[in-house]
């Protein structure tokens, strides 16, 4: 499972794979940055994290999600330069307007230390030390303002 959050402009995740109650990996990237400058994210199946960060690295559109085919329990977060903050799910996408959000297994942990002030990464590693299904080190990626907005 997995821990992703994104707040002021930083998005951050665990890195622990695993399958139903057996770890496979505390090394599985799970967040991305593009030549967009878009940054992202995906909690849920092996296959669903393969799918979407070839999906993601393409520099796609973001209509083109829908097509993927994923689980209904997958869910992305992805950040444009722009500021336009989007969660995907199986059904499609939406613009997120909150000042932070969080998906995966340990969202309620992250959620809760985010509520009291903490930082994306802050939340991650809350969350890393009360979900036993999030774990490895933190993993960082950063908007960056200058990158074409198309």
């Not at 695993?18 to 967009?36: A, H, V, Y």
């Not at 336009?84 to 307007?97: H, P």
């Not at 230390?113 to 994306?120: H, M, N, Q, S, Y």
């Not at 960056?144 to 907005?149: N, Q």
């Amino acid at each position: 499972m997995t821990i992703i959050v994104f707040k002021d402009n930083i998005i951050c995740s665990d890195s622990r794979l695993t399958s139903g109650d057996t770890l496979l990996s505390d090394n599985r990237q799970k967040i991305f940055k593009n030549d967009k400058g878009w940054i992202g994210g995906c909690a849920g199946l092996m296959t669903d994290l393969e799918k979407f960060s070839k999906w993601f690295m393409s520099n796609p559109k973001l209509k083109t999600w829908n097509g993927l085919k994923v689980d209904t329990d997958t869910r992305a977060i992805i950040a444009k330069p722009n500021g336009g903050v989007y969660e995907m799910c199986d059904t499609g996408y939406y613009e997120n307007n909150t000042p932070y959000t969080t998906i995966g297994s340990g969202w309620k942990f992250a959620m809760g230390a985010l509520e009291v002030g903490a930082t994306a990464r802050e939340a991650v590693e809350s969350s890393i030390r009360l979900c036993i299904y999030c774990g490895g080190p933190v993993q960082e990626e950063r908007l960056d303002f200058v990158k074409d907005l198309k």
